[in-house]
């Protein structure tokens, strides 16, 4: 009845003896646990500040005119905005990484889910034109975390969107072989060059820092991709052509 949290069992056989050796780990445990409260601390104590400042340039906007000030009211809030995308992406991860947190899996129907991601992602398609084509067929059925799931693909749809180009297509399918399904987001996009492909789904990675600057993002959202299809006993991958586009594949086991 050894509590495997609280330690760590090695079992030696010397001279038809048996040994076992106990390591208390309950230090490193109790370091992982205050390590993940930090995060998720820090990242609640600094939403509320974030919303009065967000609320407070809406209301000076509101009330200048004058477009020199005005300049510096944007700026100001496009970094404010920068930060509570960040915070939100570490609050998501932070709560991934919490024990407490399990996958709670179901049997629902994946079409709607992207077409309800479609239509809260709509405004960011207006500036390139950008098509949105849902390909799931009527009655495809997936078992998974229906809210882990959803922020998975609305992180790959966002960048298939974000990293368009004008007029560009967008398409998200899913087929199974009965065993797994597997989910796609096809852009036609400016592509991931090879030797980024790997380092993509680590955490704080962007391709090419001038790129992305313009383009905004956190650099979290593909390892948060990452550590929902794992929590789900699944696969999360990329095809890229710098300037054709990528596709990105999320495969998760049907039980
Ligand atoms: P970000 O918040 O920067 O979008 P992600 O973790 O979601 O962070 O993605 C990491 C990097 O991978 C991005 O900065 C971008 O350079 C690249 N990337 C992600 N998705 C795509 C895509 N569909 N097409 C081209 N590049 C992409």
Known sequence: NIDSSKYLVNVYHIKGKKIIHLQDITPFEIYKQAKKDFVSNVSHELKTPISVLKSAMETIE?????SNILKFVDMAKKRINQMDSLINDLLILARLESQEDLVKKKKYLLRKQVEDIFEDLQHLTK???????NNIPKNFEVYADEQKLSIALKNLIENAIKYNVQNGIVEVNAKTDGKYDTISVIDTGIGIPP??????????YRVDKSRS?????????LSIVKHITEAHKGKVWVESQVGKGSRFYIKIPKT
């Open 62 to 66: 509101d009330e200048i005119k004058d």
């Open 213 to 221: 600057r313009n383009i905004g993002g956190t650099g979290l959202g």
């Open 195 to 204: 030797e980024s492909i790997p380092l993509v789904f680590e955490r704080f």
């Open 127 to 133: 500036d390139k034109n950008i098509k949105l084509k």
